[in-house]
């Protein structure tokens, strides 16, 4: 990182610092996904272009943050943000491709519904491809130390978890407003009570014993 690469303080913790460009004057792309280990529903990624000199008070990475101060903070970045996007891959497209190759699907396609492209992108994480012959650059948990990252990880998990309440009402055992579709054992034994639901991942061990479902 040059010496001219801005860098923006954020209230999470007054040690904490968030960079918030790969290279200074360039509108760069953060992007995250949400879901990736869920039993059920989608997998969504975000993408978002924040302006050079933005401060975005408590800004971290989603997981080190309240449902509130997620869904407060989403508020803002969505108000704030130069562009944002955010796209989903369906657990379908998940069994039929894997899931990491889903949610590079997933942060492809926030990618296209970005109101313009970036110069560069950044990812949290080490694996992506290529898009569009833009620069891009993996991130281990870039989330915690890029701010558009930060906010990608926000943007995509507030709007994953407003959907699974949305499904949750159609399937209310499964508890999806509380577990998200995670592996909790609420979930696992309602699966084993109630059986497979369409929002479920087919591909993923649903349960100890995988012949359950075969």
């Known amino acids: 990182m040059g010496q001219n690469s801005q860098k923006i303080m954020v209230g999470y913790r007054k040690d904490h610092v968030l960079i918030n460009r790969w290279t200074a004057g360039m509108p760069e792309a953060g992007c995250d996904e949400a879901g990736r280990g869920c039993l059920a529903g989608p997998v969504y990624a975000a993408a978002v272009i924040l302006p050079e000199d933005v401060s975005i008070p ?12 997620r869904n407060e903070l989403r508020a ?11 796209a989903s891959v369906s657990p379908r497209d998940i069994d039929r491709m894997n899931i990491l190759q889903a949610s590079i699907l997933a942060m492809h396609r926030a990618l296209d519904r970005l109101a313009f492209p970036p110069s560069g992108i950044l990812v949290d994480g080490n694996r992506f491809r290529p898009y569009r012959n833009i620069p891009h650059r ?4 870039g989330d915690a130390r890029y701010a558009c990252i930060a906010a990608a990880s926000i943007l995509a998990k507030t709007h994953r978890d407003e959907y699974m309440e949305t499904i949750h009402r159609d399937f209310p055992s499964y508890q999806w407003h509380r577990n998200r579709g995670y592996p909790t054992a609420e979930h696992r034994e309602a699966l084993m009570r109630y059986g497979l639901t369409p929002h479920h991942r087919r591909s993923f061990r649903l349960l100890p014993d995988p012949l359950l479902f075969h």
Do not use: T
């Not at 408590?58 to 101060?69: E, F, H, I, P, T």
């Not at 803002?76 to 955010?86: C, D, K, Q």
């Open 58 to 69: 408590l800004l971290n990475d989603s997981k080190k943050l309240s449902a509130r101060q």
């Open 76 to 86: 803002v970045i969505e108000s704030v943000a130069l562009a944002w996007a955010v």
């Open 138 to 141: 993996c991130e281990v948990r």
